[in-house]
C-alpha cells in the first residue's frame, strides 16, 4: 500500500526530481518549497514521513522538524543537507530526526532510506497495538470473579499500582499471584516497559545471584562474557519476585540494598543503579521465618509496604461458576471441540470441591475434562472421580460450635481445629490433611501462618 511523503525543499529543480523519483517507486507525494507551507499543509493533512532540506530561506530543516515533532509526534522526520554540513545533520538526529541525506541525493540510497523509515513507522505502529493489547489481557479487568474477598484485593491493588511502593502478595499456591503482579503493572506508569518474572524457589542456589543482579567476565568458570541480570532487564519496568521466601539470606541483605538504594552489585564487581518497581509474592508464612531467622525482618517490612492477600478458591465458591465458564471456552478453542456443552446442572459439582490447588487446578481439570469427555455435552461420568463423588453425611455433623453472643475470632477457630486435627493424628501431616479435606500443601501453609509446630505445642 502506498504510503504519503511531504517533500519540502526551496529549489524547485531538486524537489521536481525526488517527487518523481519517489512515484516512480509507488509512493504518494506531496511538495512544499518552504518549511511554513509545508507546516500549512500538514495541518490539512498529517504525513507518517516528511523529507526536508535543512538549509532553507525562512524557516530552517531544524525549526521544521520541531514543529513537527511537537505537533505531529508520530510522523518520522529525514533530513538532507549539502556535503560538508554533516555536522549539522548529526545535530538534527540528536534532535530527533529519523536519518539523512546528502545532496547530491542518489537515488538508491533514497528509497533504502525511506523504505526503513517507513518500516520503522510500521513496528512502533504494532508495538502499540501489542502494548495495548497486553494491557487489555493482563488489566484487571481480566481477572475473574465477582466476591467480596476477592474485589477488595483488587481495590486496593488498582490504587496501588498508581505509585511505585514495593507490594507483597500472598496466598497459597495457585491462586493467581503473578497474574495479579501483571495486572499491577499494565496499570502502572511503568506499563511500557519490561515486566520481568523470577522464581527464587526454581533457581538453584548458586545460581541465583548471577541471574539476579548479572556477573562481570571471568567472575567464575564459565563466566565467558559479561552478563545482564533479570534487575537491569526490569529496568524502568517491575520486577516480579515470586517464591521471595525462598531467597538465601545472604541474597536478602543484596536484594535489602536494590530496595533501599536502588543499586546492584554484580558478581564479581561493578555495581551500578537501577530504576525497578519491586512486586514479591509468597505462600509462605514470613513472619513465623522472620521468627526463625531464615528472613529478614528489615526486607520483610521493606517489601510489604503495601501487603495483599488473595483468596482460596474455597473462600469464593460463588466465583466458580464463572471461572468454568471461562475456562471451558478458552479450553475448547485450543483444543478444537467447540462444539462441546457444559450443562449448567454440573457446576454444582464444581462448588462442592474444596479445590486444594486452587484457580490452577480448576484450569487443569476443565482442559482434563475437554480432552477426555467422550460426547457432545460432558455427563456426570465425564467428570473426575473427586468431583463426583459425594461427601459424607457426617462430614457436616462432626463438628459442633457455640457461637458466643460477643462475637468469635475466625482465626483463632481455625487454628484450634488445625491443632486437635494434628493432635489427633499424633502429627502426621498428610492423615489430618486428609481428616480436614485439604491438601497437605494447604496444612503446611496454615501452619506456617498460625506457627504450629510439635516441639512449641508440646
Known amino acids: 500500500m502506498a504510503a504519503d511523503i511531504l517533500l519540502v525543499d526551496d529549489e524547485s529543480s531538486l524537489l521536481r526530481v525526488t517527487q518523481v523519483r519517489l512515484r516512480n517507486a509507488g509512493y504518494q507525494v506531496e511538495t512544499a518549497g518552504s518549511g511554513e507551507y509545508a507546516l500549512e499543509v500538514l495541518e490539512k493533512q498529517p504525513f507518517p514521513l516528511v523529507i526536508t532540506d535543512l538549509m532553507m530561506p525562512g524557516m530552517s530543516g531544524l525549526d521544521l522538524m520541531a514543529r513537527v515533532r511537537a505537533s505531529h509526534p508520530d510522523t518520522a522526520v529525514i533530513v538532507v543537507t549539502a556535503f560538508g554540513t554533516v555536522e549539522t545533520a548529526v545535530a538534527a538526529m540528536k534532535a530527533g530526526a529519523f536519518d539523512y541525506l546528502t545532496k547530491p541525493i542518489d537515488g538508491d540510497e533514497l528509497l533504502l532510506t525511506v523504505r526503513r523509515a517507513l518500516e520503522h513507522l510500521r513496528m512502533r505502529e504494532e508495538i502499540q497495538v501489542l502494548r495495548t493489547s497486553l494491557d487489555k489481557k493482563y488489566g484487571f479487568e481480566n481477572i475473574i470473579g465477582k466476591s467480596n474477598a476477592l474485589m477488595y484485593v483488587l481495590d486496593i491493588a488498582s490504587r496501588a499500582a498508581q505509585s511505585d511502593?514495593?507490594?507483597?502478595?500472598?496466598?497459597?499456591?495457585?491462586?493467581?499471584?503473578?497474574?495479579?503482579a501483571k495486572a499491577v503493572h499494565f496499570a502502572s506508569r511503568r506499563h511500557h516497559a519490561p515486566f520481568v518474572a523470577i522464581n527464587c524457589g526454581a533457581?538453584?542456589?548458586?545460581?541465583?545471584?548471577?541471574?539476579?543482579?548479572?556477573?562481570?567476565?571471568?567472575?567464575f568458570t564459565g563466566a565467558v562474557?559479561?552478563?545482564?541480570?533479570?534487575?537491569e532487564t526490569a529496568d524502568g519496568g517491575t520486577l516480579f519476585l515470586d517464591e521471595i521466601g525462598e531467597l538465601p539470606l545472604e541474597l536478602q541483605v543484596k536484594l535489602l540494598r536494590l530496595v533501599q538504594e536502588?543499586?546492584?552489585?554484580?558478581?564479581?564487581?561493578?555495581?551500578?543503579?537501577?530504576?525497578?518497581?519491586?512486586?514479591?509474592?509468597?505462600?509462605?508464612?514470613?513472619?513465623?521465618?522472620?521468627?526463625?531467622?531464615?528472613?529478614?525482618?528489615?526486607?520483610?517490612?521493606?517489601?510489604?509496604v503495601i501487603p495483599?492477600?488473595?483468596?482460596?478458591?474455597?473462600?469464593?465458591?460463588?466465583?466458580?461458576p464463572e471461572l468454568v465458564e471461562h475456562f471451558f471456552v478458552k479450553a475448547?478453542?485450543?483444543?478444537?471441540?467447540?462444539?462441546?456443552?457444559?450443562?449448567?446442572?454440573?457446576?454444582?459439582?464444581?462448588?462442592?470441591?474444596?479445590?486444594?490447588?486452587?484457580?490452577?487446578e480448576l484450569e487443569n481439570i476443565v482442559e482434563r475434562i475437554i480432552v477426555l469427555a467422550r460426547g457432545g455435552e460432558v455427563t456426570v461420568n465425564d467428570l473426575p472421580p473427586n468431583l463426583r463423588q459425594e461427601r459424607a453425611p457426617a462430614a457436616h455433623d462432626a463438628f459442633r460450635l457455640?457461637?458466643?453472643e460477643s462475637g468469635i475470632s475466625l482465626e483463632g477457630v481455625e487454628r484450634e481445629l488445625i491443632l486437635r486435627a494434628l493432635q489427633k493424628f499424633e502429627w502426621n501431616q498428610s492423615q489430618a490433611a486428609r481428616y480436614l479435606d485439604i491438601s497437605r500443601k494447604t496444612l503446611i501453609y496454615r501452619m506456617e501462618k498460625f506457627g504450629l509446630d510439635k516441639e512449641k505445642e508440646s
Do not use: C
Open 402 to 404: 457455640e457461637l458466643p
Open 308 to 320: 495483599l492477600e488473595l483468596p482460596p478458591l474455597r473462600e469464593r465458591p460463588g466465583d466458580i
Open 262 to 304: 536502588r543499586e546492584i552489585e554484580k558478581v564479581g564487581g561493578g555495581s551500578s543503579k537501577v530504576d525497578v518497581r519491586l512486586v514479591a509474592a509468597t505462600h509462605r508464612n514470613l513472619e513465623a521465618m522472620v521468627e526463625d531467622g531464615t528472613f529478614r525482618e528489615d526486607l520483610f517490612y521493606r517489601l510489604s
Open 332 to 360: 475448547k478453542q485450543k483444543l478444537g471441540r467447540e462444539d462441546l456443552v457444559l450443562p449448567q446442572a454440573l457446576l454444582p459439582y464444581f462448588q462442592s470441591h474444596r479445590w486444594p490447588g486452587n484457580v490452577r
Open 203 to 219: 533457581i538453584p542456589r548458586e545460581l541465583i545471584e548471577s541471574e539476579l543482579f548479572g556477573h562481570v567476565k571471568g567472575a
Open 165 to 180: 511502593s514495593t507490594i507483597l502478595i500472598r496466598g497459597e499456591t495457585g491462586t493467581g499471584k503473578e497474574l495479579l
Open 225 to 231: 562474557a559479561h552478563k545482564k541480570g533479570k534487575v
